[in-house]
C-alpha cells in the first residue's frame, strides 16, 4: 500500500510538471495578440483562427483554419465548435467559458477534428474580447502533433486526478487554491469550482489556520508537508486526515509555480483506534477493580473506580450506584460521580420509594440490563424528581448487581447530552465488570460469614455467658425498680389508712402514691415496648399532627424537674421548621421524651437545650428533621458510648446511684428512631457534656399557620440566687401591664417599687427621693409615654444632678432608638420584651453601689438569642395574666376605631404598649404583630398597609382571647 501511495504521489508530481512543461509550448508573450486587435488581422494573418460566439458557435475561419480542418469558410461557419473538437461538448464549453471570464486567457491541449474524420494534435489559446459590438471569444490554434505522447500522458495524469478516491487541491505559489478533484470536493461538499481563489489555509478548522500558515505553507513552499490535519467539511465539520503536500517546481529552472495537497481520509481508521483504546481502558478498569476488590478488599473503592472509570469512558454526565434495602420498599443512591463534581459518597442517602423503580425493578431482577439509546422515543416518560428516569435523561444504561441470584443494588450510567448508541462490545465488557463485582461481593460476604460462623462457635459460651449475666443485671435492677415504687406505694397505702390524718398530708400523700404508680407503669411499659421490638411486632402509624404540639408536650414534662434542678431549659427553632409532619406522634413524642430525660437527669449545672431544625430534600417534597438535645451534664467517655443503645446496659453504674434505671430507654429509642426512617447520634465529652441528635425523614411536610394560644415559648427560667433587699426602683410607664411585671419580677427579689404613670410624675418623684436623700437605685424609664415623653423626662432628671441612673426600657426596633435613649441620658438600654438574663444583667451592672456584703446577685452572661421572659405557668402570675387577656377584645374595637377615624397617634400608642407588654404575659405572636404594625404607622407607610398589619394583630388578639 505505501509502495502504491508513493508511485502515485510521483505521478501526480510529475502531471503538474507536464502542465507545466505543455504551457511553456504555447505562445509565448512576444507572440500573444492584444485582445482588442481587429478580427480582419487575425483573419488575414497566417495562424489558424477562429471567431466564436459565447454559445460556442463558429462566426468566422480564416484560410490556415480552414485549410488545416478541410473545410470552406461556409461550411465551418455557424457549425458548434463541437463539431471540429474533440473535447467541446456544450457542458465543456460552458467550463471553459466560466474559466475566460474567472482567470482570463486559457491554454488547452486536445485534438480537433478534420472534415474527413483524421484527428491531430492542437494547442488553443482562448481569450473574451469584443467584436461588432458584441463579446466573442478569439481562438488562436497551433498544430502540436510533436508533442503527442506528452499530451497523451498529460491526459492520463488528468485522468488519474479526476478519478483518484483521494483528496487533491493545487494551488499556487502563495498558497491560493486554484483546483480541487471530484474526490476532495465531495469530501468537504462544496461545488465545482467553489473552491477557485480561497486560502488554501480556510480549508482548515479555524483552530489549526494559524498553524497552517506558520508551519505548514512554509514547509510546503520549501518542499514536502506530511502528517495529520483536520480539513472542514459541509456544515461546519471536520473530517480527519493524511496529508502530503509539496511543492509544484519548473521542470528547468526548478522555481516553485504551484503547490498541491493529496489528503487521505483517515476517519474509520481513528475510529477503530478509539473503539481499541476505549476497549482497552475498559480491561484497565476491570483489573483495577479487581485488585481493589481481591487486595485491598475495599468496596467502596471499587465502586468509585466503575463510577469513575466507566463514566469517562462513555463520556457520560453522571454515574450512580443504588442499593435496594432488604424488603425493596426503598431505594438508596450511595454512590455517585458527575463529569463536573466528581466522585461522592453519600453517607446518609436520601431513600426514595421502589414504587418509582418499579418498571426497572422488573427487568433488573432477571439480571436484564437496561439500555435505552433514547429515552424519547423509548415509550417510557420520565418522573419528575425520582427513578432512574428523570427529566433531562436522554439515553440511560443501567447494570444490576444479583448477589446470589437476587437483586441487591445496580448501577446506571446517564448521558443528558441527547441520544447516543450503547455498543454492544463495551456493554459486554461492562457486564464482565460487574459480574466481577457482583462475584468479589459474594466472596467478601462467604468469608465474613465463614468468619462469623468461626467466632460465633467460638464465642458462643461467651455469648451465653453475657447473655445470663445481661439478664442477671437486668432481673436485678427490674427488682430494684419494682420494689422502690411498690414499697413507696405500700407505705404511703399504710399511712392514709391511719385515723385522724389531716387533709393536706393525704394530698401529699395521694400525690406520691400517683407519682409511683406512674413511674411504675412507665416502667412495664417500658419493658412491654422491649419485648415487642425484639420479636419484630412493634407496629407504627402514621398520620398527620403538629410538630409544635408535641414540642410542646415534652417541654411542659420537663419544665418542673429542669426548675427544680436549677436548670436553664430551653427550646430553640433554627431556620424553616415545619408546622404539620406525617409521623407517628406517640412514638416520636417518646423517643424525645427519653432523650431530654436523660440530659436533665445527667446534668448537675448550666442546662439543657433542644434544638430543632429541618433541612429540605432535593425533591422539594419531602424533609429532614432534627432534634439535638444538648447538655452541659457529666458527659460519656468513648467506652461507654459504645454500650449505649445496648440493651440491658447502663452507662453510668453504681455506686453512683442517681443516675439508675432499667438501662432500656436509649435502646428503646434507638430501635424507634429507626422504625420512623431515621437515627440517633451522640457526641460527647467528659466533664462538659453531651448532644444527642436524633434526625428524622419525613416523606411530606407542611408549613401552616395556626391559632394562637398562650404557650410559654421558653419556660420561666430560674434566674438564679437574686437579693435586691434594701433595693428600692422607681418604674415609669404609662402601661399598667407593664408596671405590673416587672413590679412581680423585681419584689419576687425582695426589692421595694414606686411607679409613676407619666414622666412628669417620674421627675417630680426621682428628684423628690434624690433630694430626701434616699435615691431609687434604678429608674426604668419606658420612652413613650403621655404629657411628658421619656427622653425629655430623662434629660430633667439628668439636668438636676440626681445620682439615680436612668435605663431606658422601650420596644421600639428601628434603626436609631438605641442612639437617642442614650443621648437623652439613660445609661443604659433594655428592649421590649423583656429578656431576662439582659435586663437583670443589665441592673447589675447599673445601679448604685451598695456595701460588698449584700452584693449576692449573679446571673448568666445575657445570650444575644435568649427568649422574651414568660411567667406563663406561675400560680402567682396568672391572675394578672387572666385580667391581661380579657382586656383584649375591648382593645382591638379601640384600637380599629382609631385606625377608621385617622387617630394615627392614638393607634400607634396603643400598639406600642402591646408590643412592650404581650410577650411577657404569653403571647409572642402579639408582640411581634404589634411591633409591625407599629413600625409602619413610624414609617409613614400608606393607611391600607397600616389597616392591613392591623387587622392581622387584633385577629391574633380574638383567637387569644377565646382560646
Not at 141 to 147: E, I, K, V
Not at 637 to 653: C, G, M, T
Not at 688 to 699: A, I, K, V
Request: aromatic share 6%; hydrophobic share 40%; with cysteine.
Amino acid at each position: 500500500m505505501k509502495r502504491n501511495k508513493a508511485k502515485r504521489d510521483e505521478q501526480l508530481e510529475e502531471l503538474a510538471r507536464s502542465v507545466e512543461a505543455a504551457t511553456s509550448l504555447g505562445l509565448r508573450n512576444g507572440d500573444r495578440l492584444p485582445s482588442d486587435v481587429a478580427v480582419e488581422t487575425l483573419v488575414e494573418g497566417k495562424g489558424e483562427f477562429l471567431l466564436l460566439d459565447l454559445d460556442g458557435t463558429i462566426l468566422e475561419a480564416n484560410e490556415s483554419a480552414c485549410a488545416q480542418l478541410g473545410y470552406t469558410r461556409e461550411e465551418l461557419v455557424g457549425q458548434p465548435v463541437g463539431a471540429i473538437s474533440t473535447r467541446q461538448t456544450p457542458a465543456a464549453f460552458a467550463k471553459l467559458l466560466a474559466a475566460i471570464e474567472n482567470e482570463g486567457t486559457q491554454y488547452l491541449f486536445g485534438h480537433n477534428r478534420r472534415k474527413d474524420g483524421s484527428t491531430y494534435t492542437v494547442e488553443a489559446r482562448l481569450w473574451k474580447s469584443a467584436a461588432d459590438g458584441a463579446p466573442r471569444i478569439f481562438c488562436m490554434l497551433r498544430d502540436a502533433s510533436g508533442f503527442q505522447g506528452l499530451i497523451e500522458e498529460r491526459d492520463q495524469l488528468i485522468s488519474l486526478i479526476e478519478n483518484s478516491a483521494e483528496a487533491i487541491v493545487v494551488a499556487s505559489p502563495a498558497g491560493i487554491c486554484s483546483y480541487m478533484n471530484p474526490a476532495g470536493r465531495e469530501l468537504l461538499g462544496i461545488g465545482e469550482g467553489e473552491l477557485t481563489g480561497t486560502p488554501l489555509a480556510d480549508l482548515y478548522p479555524p483552530r489549526l489556520r494559524e498553524r497552517v500558515e506558520s508551519e505548514v505553507l512554509p514547509a510546503m513552499q520549501r518542499g514536502r508537508w506530511q502528517g495529520e490535519m483536520e480539513l472542514v467539511t459541509a456544515g461546519d465539520g471536520w473530517t480527519p486526515c493524511w496529508m502530503n503536500g509539496f511543492a509544484i517546481t519548473h521542470s528547468q529552472t526548478g522555481e516553485v509555480i504551484g503547490l498541491a495537497v493529496i489528503a487521505h481520509d483517515i476517519t474509520q481508521r481513528k475510529a477503530v483506534e478509539r473503539h481499541r483504546e476505549k476497549l482497552l481502558s475498559l480491561n484497565q478498569v476491570s483489573r483495577n477493580v479487581a485488585t481493589s476488590l481481591l487486595e485491598q478488599d475495599d468496596l467502596n473503592a471499587a465502586i468509585g473506580i466503575i463510577l469513575r472509570g466507566l463514566g469517562g469512558i462513555f463520556g457520560v454526565e453522571r454515574s450512580y450506584l443504588c442499593r435496594y434495602r432488604e424488603d425493596r420498599s426503598w431505594v438508596f443512591r450511595t454512590h455517585q460521580w458527575t463529569a463536573e463534581g466528581g466522585e461522592i459518597h453519600l453517607v446518609e442517602p436520601r431513600p426514595e420509594s421502589a414504587d418509582v423503580y418499579g418498571w426497572a425493578t422488573k427487568i433488573l431482577a432477571e439480571g436484564m440490563p437496561i439500555r435505552l439509546d433514547n429515552v424519547r422515543e423509548s415509550g417510557l416518560v420520565p418522573q419528575e424528581g425520582s427513578g432512574v428516569l428523570r427529566p433531562d435523561v436522554h439515553a440511560l444504561l443501567v447494570m444490576p448487581v444479583l448477589i446470589e441470584g437476587r437483586l441487591e443494588s445496580f448501577f446506571g450510567f446517564v448521558d443528558t447530552s441527547g441520544p447516543r448508541k450503547w455498543d454492544d462490545e463495551e456493554l459486554a465488557i461492562l457486564q464482565i465488570i460487574v459480574d466481577s463485582f457482583s462475584r468479589a461481593v459474594e466472596r467478601r460476604i462467604a468469608d465474613r460469614e465463614r468468619q462469623a460462623i468461626a467466632a460465633d462457635l467460638e464465642k458462643a459460651v461467651a455469648r451465653e455467658r453475657a447473655a445470663n449475666r445481661y439478664k442477671s443485671e437486668f432481673l436485678a435492677n427490674m427488682s430494684h425498680e419494682l420494689r422502690t415504687p411498690m414499697n413507696a406505694i405500700v407505705g404511703y397505702a399504710e399511712l392514709l389508712s391511719r385515723p385522724n390524718v389531716d387533709k393536706p398530708k393525704q394530698d401529699a400523700w395521694v400525690a406520691h402514691i400517683r407519682r409511683s404508680t406512674d413511674y411504675l407503669l412507665s416502667l412495664i411499659n417500658d419493658v412491654l415496648d422491649l419485648s415487642k421490638i425484639e420479636a419484630g411486632q412493634m407496629s407504627l402509624s402514621r398520620e398527620r399532627c403538629l410538630l409544635p404540639e408535641i414540642v410542646s408536650n415534652v417541654r411542659e414534662l420537663f419544665a418542673g424537674q429542669a426548675a427544680e434542678r436549677l436548670l436553664d431549659f430551653r427550646f430553640e427553632y433554627h431556620g424553616t421548621v415545619p408546622e404539620w409532619i406525617e409521623t407517628d406522634p406517640v412514638r416520636l413524642q417518646q423517643v424525645l421524651v427519653n432523650l431530654v430525660g436523660n440530659a436533665i437527669k445527667f446534668t448537675n449545672d448550666g442546662g439543657v437545650t433542644v434544638r430543632v431544625s429541618s433541612e429540605p430534600d432535593v425533591d422539594g417534597d419531602s424533609v429532614w428533621l432534627r432534634f439535638a438535645v444538648i447538655d452541659t451534664g457529666i458527659g460519656i467517655d468513648e467506652e461507654a458510648q459504645s454500650r449505649l443503645f445496648r440493651p440491658f446496659s447502663q452507662v453510668h453504674r453504681a455506686p453512683d446511684s442517681r443516675f439508675g434505671g432499667t438501662g432500656l430507654g436509649l435502646d428503646i429509642s434507638g430501635h424507634l428512631a429507626r422504625l420512623l426512617g431515621g437515627d440517633i447520634r451522640v457526641e460527647s465529652t467528659v466533664g462538659e457534656g453531651s448532644t444527642f441528635t436524633f434526625s428524622l425523614w419525613l416523606p411530606r411536610a407542611e408549613q401552616t399557620s395556626s391559632a394562637i394560644e398562650p404557650t410559654p415559648d421558653h419556660t420561666a427560667v430560674p434566674i438564679g440566687p437574686l437579693d435586691f433587699s434594701g433595693r428600692r426602683f422607681l418604674i415609669v410607664d404609662d402601661s399598667p401591664e407593664n408596671i405590673d411585671v416587672l413590679r412581680f419580677l423585681l419584689t419576687e427579689s425582695g426589692a421595694e417599687i414606686d411607679a409613676a404613670d407619666n414622666g412628669a410624675r417620674g421627675v417630680e418623684m426621682a428628684v423628690g427621693a434624690c433630694k430626701g436623700g434616699c435615691a431609687y437605685d434604678a429608674v426604668l424609664m419606658d420612652m413613650n409615654m403621655p404629657v411628658l415623653d421619656g427622653y425629655a423626662a430623662t434629660q430633667r432628671i439628668v439636668e438636676s444632678r440626681c445620682a439615680s441612673p436612668v435605663i431606658a426600657l422601650t420596644a421600639l426596633a428601628l434603626e436609631g432608638d438605641k442612639e437617642r435613649c442614650l443621648d437623652a441620658g439613660c445609661v443604659d438600654y433594655v428592649s421590649k420584651p423583656v429578656v431576662p438574663t439582659r435586663f437583670f444583667q443589665t441592673l447589675l451592672r447599673n445601679l448604685l453601689p451598695l456595701p460588698a456584703e449584700t452584693l449576692g446577685a449573679i446571673v448568666p452572661t445575657p445570650d444575644a438569642d435568649a427568649a422574651p421572659l414568660s411567667l406563663v405557668g406561675n400560680p402567682r402570675f396568672q391572675p394578672l395574666i387572666d385580667r391581661y387577656v380579657g382586656s383584649f377584645n375591648a382593645l382591638a374595637l379601640e384600637l380599629r376605631e382609631h385606625c377608621d377615624e385617622g387617630r394615627m397617634e392614638k393607634l400607634r400608642t396603643g400598639v406600642h404598649r402591646l408590643r412592650g407588654t404581650a410577650a411577657n404575659y404569653g403571647y409572642p405572636e402579639i408582640s411581634k404583630a404589634a411591633g409591625k404594625c407599629e413600625d409602619a404607622i413610624r414609617s409613614d407607610a400608606s393607611i391600607e398597609d397600616v389597616s392591613a398589619w392591623l387587622e392581622a394583630l387584633c385577629g391574633l388578639m380574638r383567637a387569644a382571647s377565646s382560646s
